[in-house]
């Protein structure tokens, strides 16, 4: 089973920029789809962005698109979440997922074949 572990969460102001890595423990990490989750207080668990096992492809949510930019580098297995022109609703703990040889729509939509890192906090103020 992979184990992950996020981080690069914290404080930022509105307008501000962090960039969120999650590392993965296990052999052949180019072989997992990889993807973002976020979950603000008394909200549900929401998509934000995946990236494909081969990298060629990437999915965002319709809030996040054109602000956040996911990535990896499978040398060093990890995936990474750049998030510019952060707003107050950005705030959130954030999750990385996993699954190996999935399609997007799988590590999307099916969270409970997931492996889950243990989440980083967002806050962002206004």
Not at 8 to 15: F, H, I, K, S
Not at 56 to 71: E, H, K, Q
């Amino acid at each position: 089973q992979v184990q992950l572990r996020e981080s690069g969460g914290g404080l930022v102001q509105a307008g501000g920029s962090l960039r969120l890595s999650c590392a993965a423990s296990t052999l052949g990490f180019g072989s997992y789809a990889m993807a973002w989750f976020r979950q603000a207080p008394r909200k549900e668990r929401e998509f934000v962005a995946a990236i494909s096992w081969k990298g060629g492809v990437t999915r965002y949510a319709d809030s996040v698109r054109g602000r956040f930019t996911i990535a990896r580098d499978d040398v060093i297995a990890t995936v990474y979440l750049q998030m510019d022109n952060l707003k107050p609703e950005d705030t959130a703990v954030y999750f990385c997922a996993a699954r190996y040889r999935a399609i997007i729509p799988t590590i999307v939509s099916d969270a409970d074949g997931n492996a889950w890192g243990q989440g980083t906090q967002v806050t962002v103020s206004s």
